[in-house]
């Protein structure tokens, strides 16, 4: 076969393959979508991703299917998810401990950076600093004065989630020593927190606001630089001391890298939409979430810088988080 009869059969090839997925993505979604969620159910992130896909089912004329695959901090999920077919039919919520996995797990098969798709920023929200109702502390200034008298043990979902390293960088910033208890989820932190077995916690603002109402769990301050909307009147622990402490979580949508990018804008497109409702907004709101809709290339960049933050932190610690 000569060269450019080789070339011909070559370029027909590509045309075909071509406009096959053309023809897919035009069609897309014709059946129903995954929406892998790495951690527990009843969790932050797990709320967020069924409200969005409760609205994203109407919106597409497909089923999103919410699927819960909690396993190692989210690297089951990740893991799975990065290795799917780019076809639109497999995404997954991130939170921002996804940048946390590769300091984590040495031997993770992924790259946060470019094994997925970034689709839309979804929400964020602060963590904050809680205790038991029983602990004496009124505020961060009580609570350091308490923890340097006596260490005190501090509640978060697991090892290696921003929540744990907002509790180390307290420990840092504060001079003070705390024993970190790993829970697998928030929920079974609050629920520890709330009944008094562990009096301090590191947690996302949605999962202590509703318990706050008990009476039982007070909150001392919020992580973020800017006092929380959901929490207007708890101040930052940057008012309390810790000048520059800025931490916060979000969560993100996201698909297998190379998934085309018509279905990526599409999907920007319906969240940024479904964010934008007042009904929405207000849910969010009153779980103690921000609606935060944003591009692909902001959560990139929220991605890398994250990678950068933590990474170097668990290094100046001398973290081992086996």
């Known amino acids: 076969m000569n060269t450019i009869r080789l070339n011909l059969l070559l370029a027909a090839a590509f045309a075909v393959a071509a406009g096959s997925t053309a023809a897919q993505t035009a069609s897309w979604p014709a059946r ?93 929200q602060p963590l904050v600093l809680a205790v038991h109702a029983a602990t004496p502390a009124k505020s961060v200034k009580d609570f350091i004065a308490l923890a340097k008298v006596k260490p005190l043990s501090f509640g978060t979902s697991g090892t290696g989630t921003s929540q744990h390293l907002s509790g180390e960088l307290i420990k840092k910033m504060t001079g003070i020593d705390m024993i970190h208890i790993p829970y697998k989820g928030g929920g ?44 207007p009147d708890v101040p930052t622990l940057d008012e309390s001391g810790l000048k520059g402490f800025d931490v916060y979580q979000w969560t993100a949508m996201l698909a297998p890298a190379k998934t085309p990018k018509a279905i990526i804008s599409r999907l920007n497109s319906e969240v940024t939409t479904i964010l934008k409702q007042p009904a929405v907004s207000e849910k969010l709101q009153a779980a103690g979430f921000e609606p935060q809709p944003g591009s692909p290339e902001e959560v990139s960049k929220l991605i890398s810088e994250g990678m950068a933050r933590w990474s170097k932190l668990i290094q100046e610690l001398k973290l081992d988080l086996k």
């Not at 892998?36 to 969005?52: C, E, F, M, N």
């Not at 079974?188 to 202590?208: D, N, R």
């Not at 009476?215 to 006092?227: C, D, E, H, M, N």
């Open 32 to 124: 129903p979508v995954r929406l892998v969620v790495p951690y527990v159910p009843a969790g932050a992130t797990d709320l967020v991703s069924r409200l969005i896909a409760e609205q994203l089912s109407t919106r597409l004329g497909q089923q999103v299917v919410v699927d819960n695959r909690p396993g190692a901090t989210g690297t089951i999920a990740f893991t799975g998810v990065a290795e799917s077919a780019p076809d639109g039919y497999t995404l997954i919520t991130s939170a921002d401990s996804l940048t946390l996995l590769p300091s984590v797990f040495k031997n993770v098969k992924f790259d946060p950076r470019s094994s997925f798709a970034p689709i839309s920023l979804m929400s964020t």
């Open 188 to 231: 079974q932190a609050i629920v520890e927190l709330s009944g008094g077995q562990v009096p301090v916690a590191v947690l996302g603002s949605s999962t202590v606001i509703p318990q706050t109402k008990t009476g039982r769990v007070r909150i001392l301050a919020v992580t973020s630089k800017k006092r929380s909307a959901a929490l």
